[in-house]
Structure formats: C-alpha cells, structure tokens
C-alpha cells in the first residue's frame, strides 16, 4: 500500500512535468508572435511596421541619422544656441567612439524589422487563403530595396558593417558578428535590388502611398546613386533614365508656391521617396532648426554667401529662389527655414512640425544623371542641360552660373549646385565625399574647402591632417557595440589608439 | 533531547515566467546538527545550555521579476504610418533563458550558556548563484535590438563569515541591561560570464565615464580611472616630464606641453585645467594611465546594541556600521562639472578664474575640455556609523490602567536614523552596493536616490 503510494505520488509529478502547456500563461497585453502572421493584414502592418521605424522606435532612428550623418560633418550647418556635445565633436573633427551621432541602432532596428517580414511573411500563404503569392512578393519587393537602402546608408557612412540578413526572433539567434568588407556590402545591396526589382509595385493606389511606400521608381533612384558610388556611369545613367523617361515626375514650378507644395505640403510630383510625418508623429528637425532656445543647427553663413553670393545690383525678384526664405532665413537668425516656413515669409507653430523628410526627389535624379556624364567621356554638354534644367526652376542666377564643360569643373559645379538645391537635405556630405573620393582622391580639395569654412579656426590644421587619412571619411562604430561584440568587431582603424 | 538532527528537502518547481524547455526547476536541500552538548563527556559543564554544530546545503531559484518576459510580442508604433496600423516585434522569444539558481553551504557554530545571559553563533557560507540574472543587457545592436530584457550572465560566489554575540551582563529584579554585537564579511567573486559578455566596458574614458573592467575570480565593484592631482595653477605644471622629472623636450629641444591625446582628439591642457596624473611620464594622458581606484565592498559590516530596562521603563538603541568601502559620488561629479547649463553646487563657486587662484575646482568650461574625466577626484570613502534606532518605552503601571478597564497600556517614542557618523560628501553613504542599472559593472555609484528617512514616531498602544 505504502509503495502504491509512492507511485502515485512520482506519475503526478511526471504528468505535470509532461504537461508543457499547464504553466503556460500569455501576456495581459500585446500580441505573442504565434498570433501575429497569420492574414494578409498582418503582413501589411508588418510592412507599415518597417516604414514606421524610419522615423523613431530605437536609440538614433533612421530619420534623425539621415540628417546627422548627412549635414554634421558637413559645411552647411553651424552650431546653434543649445549646447550638442556629440555636433561639436564632429564640427571640430574630434570624433570619438562614443558620439551620440555614430549609433547605428536605426538603422539596424530597420534591417531586423525587414528581415522579420522576409522570415514570417511567407508562411502566412499557407494560413490566410485569401493572401496570395503575388501580394506577397510585392511586399517581398517593398521589404528588401527598403533593407538595401538601410545599408546603402550604413556603408557610406562607416565603410563596413556586419551584414545581417536574418532576424533576431530570439536569444537564441543572438549573435555577435564582424564586419563584412565594402564590396561584400555593395553586393548584397544589388543582389537584393535586382531580385526587388520585378517584385515591387510602380503604384501603391494613392498619391500620398506612392511617395511615402517604396516604389518600382525609387529602386531605380537608389540603383543610380549605387552605381554613382561605384562609378558605374553608364548603369547610373540608364537607372536615371529609367525614372526620368517614366513621366510619372516633374519638378514643381518655381513660382510663388514652390516652397509650400514641396517643403511645407510633401508627396509633390517632384517627391520619389519622403518620410510621412503627421500630426501623429512630428518630425524632430522643427526643434533642432528653429532659432528658440534648444536649437542646435542654424545655416553656416560663410558656405551660404559661397553658394549664393550677395549681389547689390540684383533685384529681389533675380533672387535664387533657394536662397533667403526657402532654404534658410537670414532675419531668423539663419534657421534652417526649410522645415520651420509655412511660406517664405511665415513659421509653422511648433506642433505643425509635420514636413516629410524628403529621401529622394525627381531634381536629385537629374543631377545624379548630370554627375554620370560628367564623368563619361563626351557627356559635358548633356550635363550642362540636366543642371540648367534644375537652376532654371530655381531662377539661379548668373553669379553662380559656370562655363564648365570638362569633368573637373564640372564635378565642382555639380557639387555646389546640389548644395544649393538640397540645402540641409541630408545630401551635402554624402556629395562631398562621393566627388571626392573618386579617381583616387582626385578631388580631395573638396573636402579641404569643406573643412576651411566650418571648422573654428583652432582646429583646422589638425582637421585637415585627419581629412588626409581616408580612413577618417567614416565615422567610427560606437564604443557599445565595439564592447557587445567583443572581440569580432574590429573597430575602424583610424580611431583605434595605438598602445 | 536529541543528539543527532538531519533531514532533507526537494522540491520541484515549474514557473509560467520560463518558455516551454526550461520552465522547471528541481532544488534540493540538506541540514544537520550535531548537539554536542547532548554528549555524555559534556555532562559536567551544567552552565551549559546547548552547543551544537550545524550544517547546511539548500538550493534555491529566483525568478524574473516579470510575468510573460520570454515571449516574442509584438505591438503598434505610438504612431500611424500613412494612416495604417504599424506592428513591430517589442521583444525577442527568450527561449534560453534558465533558472537564475542558488546554492548555499553553511557551516555554523552556535553556543548557549549561563542560562541564556551569553549566545555566540558563529557561521561560515559559500553561496554560488548560477545562471545569474542580467537585467537589459547590452547585445551588439546590429541584431536590431540593443538589449536584451533578462539574460543568464554568469556564476558569482558569495563566500564570507558572519559572527554575533548577545549577553545579559546586568540582571535585576528592577533592572537589567543587554548588549548584542554582530559583525560579518562578505567576499563576492565573479566565476563565469556567458558568451558575449563583456569584461571590459568604456573603453574610451569620456567626461563621467569610469572604465568598467570585471575580471573572472576577482571581485566585482572595482573602480578605474585617472588620478587627480588637482588643477593647473601653474605654466611649469604644464610641462611633460620624464620618469626621473627632467622636462621632455621634442626633436627641435622645445619643451613638450600635457595633452590629452585620446581616440583621434589632441587637447592640450592649460591653466585651471584639471591635472590628472601622468602614470606612464609620457606627457599624455590616454588609456594607459588609468589605474585602480577603489573598491564598492565593505571589508566589514556589523552592528552593536543595547537594552535596557528600569522598573516600567526600557531603552534600547542599535547601531551599524559599514567600513572600507568606496563609493563613487556621482552626483558630485554632475554638480560640479561645469560643462553644461544644469545648476551647480555651491563648491564650484570656489572654480579656478584666474591665473594665480589656488583652488581644488576647475575651471568651467561650457561643453568642452576633459575636466571631469573618470578620477579619483569624484572617488570616497562610504564608511559609516549609523545610530539606526533609539527607543524610549514606558509600560503603564497594571494598578494605574486597570482603574480605566484598560488591560495594559504602553507609551513609547522611537527615532530612527538620527545620527550619521561618516566622512562621505554624498547626502547618504548608506547606498545599495547592488548595481543601480542591473549590469554587474556599476556597483557603487551613487546617483542621490531618495536617501533613508529619519523618522521620529511617538506611539501608544492600550489593550482593552
């Protein structure tokens, strides 16, 4: 009897032990994957899921890095009113690995979201029967070209990074990784853009879904701007025209409206791909750019009288009409007027802070042409009509028009010009270095010029011997991940102190 | 009585805060005494009240502090994306995540004599935690994530010995008099970290930054930095020198000034800079001249008290006291780095402006310079001596209340905390030792949370 029962005893602890639902207990709120992917209108806010943490969701998301990577180390901005330590670091070349500016974490979160999409959203074929194949290879499309550009970003910006094409589910997939090599990177952008391409839609249905999804035209904008960093002329060229011949964009009227219905209003015919902020989520840059206290940025005047020379015979009318009033406002303390205006003349209250973030734009394509024939042999005279085409929009005046028809001249024209039309658009660094870099450094002169007006003057001899060291061109790995990845991510060289 | 005392426990534990493959946990335990007193050749010692040898063994497991952390949730953005619905993952599946278990080995003596006036216990334990608990852990962000909720980091042994005595010297018909002691030590000793566990952490030493280094079968709560040797006053202080204190002079014969020469920034210290000590002599203060500082663990922790009784009333107090321990006081640091806009301590008014000030403050320096550098500057000694309470009771004579209906009546006034003997800057040197952050490398930081109360409570109590 006694032992009976003790064999009683030991079946019900295996019983409860087997039991491996008993002590299973779900959370209160929020969904558990296992109930999530499972209609067609899961993969679609899953996709939205993506797009959405463009703009915050981490530590440094894409829309805050865009700029920050873009501008900072650039010549367009200048310190401002509120302290940044991060901002005064790079403007003085003294960038260390714990620079708020050289987190990644946007970016990464962004990958890991598409790579989720790419994981998850192909078994739901086999659960909702009304999802079929075709709809999800157009959000295969959308999700890949968006991971193709999250690392087109990364690669320029730190020249290598560890390429992640699987998604963190769980513990068990946490891994620490090394960096792959630039090529390793540049070859995975245009595998997943060549495999996108058949996939992603040309028209999501709505004006606003065009500009603020991934399209068929914005792949090809990217492909060009890829093949512009690998000088691949002839492919950027026929990328360019991919868009161009399209029709499906314009450049909006320089007249009195401009401003409003590409800056203040968004998705114009000009907008490829913008960034959709609302009322729901306000853009960050309004904060940064106006001239209240906590304001960090403001224009950098003397590349600003470089770009658009003050001419006392002109009329205001002859005005440029990026210039005063549109890209900066020289009455408001050089804000950075882009984001603030509700006009020319007017600023938005702060709570209306909702103008996208323009990633590309139909004159960013143009000039990327402009740049591609600039560089193929006999292409000068094409170039000078794609520039004229953006500066005739712009009323650009003679002062800053040049006579260039070889490919020096006109790789500076280029340059200045896409200054001038993507004033703090996240561009200017990324054209600096691009020219720059191209034929072996042929014109590091622009980056000398760069480094001579936005520099304090302390620190310009030791700015311009780091911006010898091409290594310098891109930006350390903060020290946290350095540490979380210890000991397979190789810090860039440059910032490694030798013991 | 018994002589010989043993028995054992196990127990079987399942926890719906675990996925699937680790959900249950099995935990056993043993004890046993031995009364030696019981023993025939102790028969003589009559003031002898019982003396016995004890021996422990228990495992334990901890839990995470939260319900439904294993699972990979997903949630919408606080925002719409083109007016759509936007999910994302808020957390990964943690499927690996394991018991956080704990062992404990406990050897103890305990003695009781002279009709209970003298109790001695005296134990010695080895507890190991496995499995440790980590609580959001940085992991390397390109996973899309940049940390993980709960994590196992690691082994960590607690080793140490505690002692306490308590004896009745005094007593009385109408008075009688008590007095305890305690006194222990603790050694903690870190044994295993898990894969990807970092030893070394901020490796770049930042203004506010100490370097964080845990090295397996040491302590953890050791501190690095530089050493301070106060501020720039004067043009000859500026100058590099060698190991024998000769003036380093470069390839043209000039002399060479301090810098500060670190991850690709070249600062070269001035007048009213603060002057951190050139371990290496090279002229440069970087990574190599950051030395050991300090340590968080106390060498010793204990107390002492008394009570005492006279006729209706009694007084009792308790003392304790933690000894050599350091403690980094943060929030110095941050009130007197001078680097931002945040208001300052009334210490920086005493700042070096001038050349010819003699001062222990830096200059300010709005957003810039590397005065407030990890150092020894910001590191003290959280010893202390605390008077934890004093009590004051009187018992309402029987005679007195009864006449009310009342059956008992008590009066008594007790204050806690209200005395602090220490040598600590902070407004607390009674800190947690245990890390604020949930990491294993900030031990012993202080940040000012809200410090303990000093209470004063008056109390009287009647039973009907």
Known sequence: ?499 | MDKYILSGSLRYEGNSKFDASNRFGLFKGLSGAWRVSGENFLEFADWLNDMRLRFSYGENGNKPRKEGMFFNNYATFGWNYLGYNAVYPTNMQLENLKWESYTSYNYGISFDAFDSRLLIEADYYQNRTEDMFGYDVNIPSSTGISEINIMNIGVMDNVGWDFSIRTLPIKKADYSMTFDFNIAKNYNILREVADGYPLERNLTLGNGQYKNIIQIDNPIGSFYGYRYNGVYTEEEQLLARDVNGNIIADPNGDPVTMVYDFDNVRYPFQLGDAMYEDVNNDGNISAQDIVYLGDANPDFTGGFGSLMKYKNFSFNYFFYFRYGNDIINMTRMQGEKMHNFDNQLASTLKRWRNPGDETDIPRAMLGSGYNWLGSDRFVEDGSFLRLKYITLTYNVPKSFSQRMGISSMRLSTTMNNLLTYTNYTGQDPEINIKSNDGTIYTVGYDNSSTPVARQFTLNLSVTF
């Open chain 1, 1 to 499: 009897m006694k032992r009976f029962k003790y064999y009683v005893l030991i079946s019900i602890a295996m019983v409860m032990g087997a039991c491996s639902d008993w002590l299973y207990l779900e959370p209160e709120n929020g969904i558990t994957v296992d109930e999530f992917w499972q209609s067609e209108q899961d993969v679609h806010a899953g996709v939205m899921g993506c797009y959405a943490s463009l703009l915050g969701g981490s530590d440094h998301p894409f829309a805050e890095a865009v700029f920050n990577w873009g501008e900072l180390r650039a010549d367009m901005v200048a310190p401002f009113r509120s302290i940044d330590g991060g901002y005064f670091q790079i403007n003085q070349s003294e960038i260390t690995p714990d620079n708020q500016y050289v987190r990644w974490n946007g970016a990464y979160f962004t990958i890991n979201l598409c790579n989720t999409v790419l994981e998850k959203a192909p078994p739901v074929l086999d659960i909702d029967g009304a999802f079929t194949n075709e709809e999800l290879q157009r959000y295969r499309g959308e999700v890949l070209t968006l991971r193709a550009l999250m690392y087109f970003y990364l690669v320029r910006v730190f020249n290598e990074v560890p390429l992640i094409l699987e998604a963190t589910t769980s513990d068990a997939r946490v891994e620490r990784h090394s960096k792959a090599s630039r090529e390793e990177i540049y070859t995975q952008i245009k595998k997943d853009l060549l495999e996108a391409e058949p996939l992603i839609p040309k028209d999501h249905g709505s004006v606003d879904e065009n500009k603020g999804r991934l399209t068929w035209y914005t792949l090809k904008t990217i492909q060009a701007d890829v093949h512009l960093w690998e000088d691949d002329f002839g492919l950027a060229i026929e990328a360019c025209d991919a868009v161009i011949n399209s029709g499906q964009f314009s450049l909006v009227r320089g007249d009195e409206y401009w401003f409003t219905e590409l800056f203040v209003e968004g998705n114009s015919p000009e907008a490829i791909f913008e960034l959709q902020f609302s009322q729901e989520k306000l853009n960050p840059y309004y904060d940064w750019f106006s001239s209240n206290q906590g304001a960090r940025y403001r224009a950098n005047v003397e590349t600003i009288e470089y770009l658009f020379p003050f001419n006392i015979m002109a009329l205001p009318e002859d005005a440029d009409i990026r210039s005063d009033g549109a890209s900066y406002r020289s009455t408001d303390s050089y804000s950075l007027w882009k984001y603030l205006g509700a006009d020319r003349f007017t600023a938005k209250p702060s709570n209306e802070a909702t103008s996208n973030w323009i990633v590309y734009r139909y004159a960013d394509v143009l000039l990327m042409k402009a740049e591609a024939l600039a560089n193929t042999e006999g292409g000068g005279a094409d170039a000078q009509i794609l520039i004229n085409q953006v500066r005739e929009r712009a009323n650009a005046p003679d002062d800053t028009e040049v006579e260039a028809t070889d490919q020096y001249s006109l790789t500076t024209y280029i340059v200045d010009e896409r200054a001038r039309e993507f004033a703090f658009e996240g561009k200017r660094w990324f054209d600096l270095l691009r020219n720059a870099r191209r034929d072996n450094y042929r014109r590091q002169d622009l980056i000398t010029d760069m480094v001579l007006r936005t520099t304090p003057p302390q620190k310009v001899e030791s700015a311009l011997s780091k911006y010898q060291d091409p290594r310098f061109h891109y930006f350390p790995i903060h020290s946290d991940e350095i540490e979380a990845s210890f000991p397979l991510l190789e810090q860039n060289s440059f910032y490694v102190t030798e013991e």
